[in-house]
């Protein structure tokens, strides 16, 4: 008769794990000493166990399937069609295209690139209609799937102004889009402008479902699927909980308008805790945080260079990002099983945490007028900069610690003519409906302090 290991052990309970601990401890405080808080009011205790698990998230992630996404800003046409066949031949699935002006001829930039039964993105900084109409036929003619990434609701917050359009207003013009074409993708959140903000995970969820609700209130024509684009940090399991709750709370919230309705996740490492010092530490950063995009059931991962901060594109750092994802795919098998975090108590528990406080604080939003009004009055900006000045204080302190920055920097490192790109927030004097939410990494004091002393 067959036998397991497990038929050697006696069951231990809870009870006793704390017990043995508390032992351990000679005397220092139980929950003093190996309990901690996150700043999303979360306790996370030493161990979790089955006696203490009550209910596992009800949320599917196909990890197996994620594709590697390759980013190009799209300003020459040649040399952009050329970054994207190369990169498609050294391991890029997808891609995932910056335009900022609508006279680009999107016709040249795609014919000759191979992309049947690709996945294509295109985060557009204007709304056109002959535009997409485009983009829709080359998607029915190339047989693949395009993502137009229209997010105006992410543009008011990022720039403070709605995108110009040339008659009617933005989700007038994405409905008449909607009318007009049959095989896209339209609508987009930018997840990633809150999380960069400094918003604590909570808030970022919270945040994300509401800006995609005022799509859902605000479109006649309600899209099948939603894209979200979602930045991860550095806190490996809160982040692999995050991208589950969102997503769990997502099928929630859609089923009160389609059953059907469906999210796709496309995600990025954060800048904030990237740095221009030090700098190849921003690999050992991005690794992780794609580990936790892919754990976490992303749909398409796009790494971030780790010279990305100071440097224009470049194909040594393009490489170095893409060989990151094709490691974790090929090597470290991360595609070879779905659901990977189903049954871990501390994910669960976690997931199921966000999920809860994420939920109440999206009601709470709804009951205050929605996430629009609460942008145009200027909380969900003012809730954010308070969330992200504790982060700032943790870091100062150095109780958030970025090795080779605010912990064992190298004072011979110098970078002040190593800059190619201004790494640093950028002020943009101009006159804006509301005060715009604004992307700034923890270590920009310190490193401007570095700097002047070169």
Not at 176 to 184: E, F, P, V, Y
Not at 273 to 293: F, G, H, P, Q, W
Not at 331 to 359: H, R, W
Request: hydrophobic share 40%; with cysteine.
């Amino acid at each position: 008769m067959a036998t397991t290991l497990f038929d050697d052990f006696n069951p231990i309970s809870s009870k006793q794990w704390k017990q043995k601990i508390q032992f351990e401890l000679d005397g220092a405080d139980y929950n003093e000493t190996v309990i901690w808080n996150s700043p999303e009011d979360i306790q996370v205790k030493p161990f979790y166990h089955i006696d203490e698990f009550s209910k596992a998230a009800d949320v599917e992630t196909k990890a197996a399937d994620f594709k590697i996404c390759q980013n190009i800003f799209v300003y020459d046409i040649e040399k952009s069609i050329q970054r994207a066949i190369n990169t498609l031949e050294r391991g890029a699935e997808s891609l995932r295209f910056t335009i900022e002006n609508e006279k680009t001829d999107v016709q040249k930039l795609l014919e000759n690139l191979p992309l049947e039964n690709r996945i294509v993105y295109f985060n557009l900084n204007f709304i056109s209609i002959d535009f997409v109409k485009l983009l829709d036929s080359i998607s029915i003619q190339k047989k693949t799937i395009f993502y137009c990434n229209l997010d105006p609701i992410g543009y008011f917050a990022r720039e403070g102004n709605w995108i110009t359009t040339s008659d009617k207003n933005n989700f007038e013009t994405i409905d008449l889009i909607s009318k007009a074409t049959t095989n896209l993708s339209l609508v987009s959140i930018d997840a990633g402008l809150y999380q960069n903000a400094g918003a604590n995970i909570t808030q970022q969820i919270a945040y994300s479902l509401a800006h995609a609700n005022e799509y859902l209130n605000r479109l006649p024509n309600i899209p099948k699927q939603i894209l979200f684009q979602v930045a991860v940090g550095t806190n490996y399991f809160f982040e692999i909980a995050k991208l589950r709750a969102l997503r769990m709370l997502f099928k929630l919230i859609a089923s009160e308008y389609n059953p059907d309705l469906e999210c796709h996740l496309l995600v990025t490492p954060t800048k904030r805790n990237k740095t221009i010092y030090d700098y190849n530490v921003n690999m050992l950063r991005t690794t992780t945080e794609c580990m936790s995009a892919i754990l976490g059931g992303a749909d398409s991962v796009a790494n971030l260079p780790y010279d990305a901060l100071y440097h224009k594109d470049n194909e040594f750092g393009d490489r170095i990002a893409r060989n990151q994802l094709l490691i974790l795919k090929h090597e470290s098998y991360f595609d070879k099983v779905n659901n990977p975090a189903d049954g871990s108590y501390y994910i669960e528990s976690l997931t199921m945490q966000l999920a809860e406080k994420s939920l109440v604080l999206f009601k709470d939003i709804e009951a205050n007028g929605g996430f629009l009004k609460l942008l145009n009055d200027g909380t969900i900006k003012k809730k954010i900069q308070e969330s992200a000045n504790k982060e700032q204080e943790l870091f100062d302190a150095k109780k958030e610690v970025l090795l080779g920055t605010n912990k064992y920097p190298n004072k011979e490192d110098k970078m002040k003519h190593d800059l190619e790109l201004f790494p640093f927030v950028k002020i943009k004097p101009r006159k804006t409906l509301i005060t715009p939410i604004i992307e700034k990494r923890l270590a920009e004091k310190i490193e401007q302090e570095r700097l002047e002393l070169e």
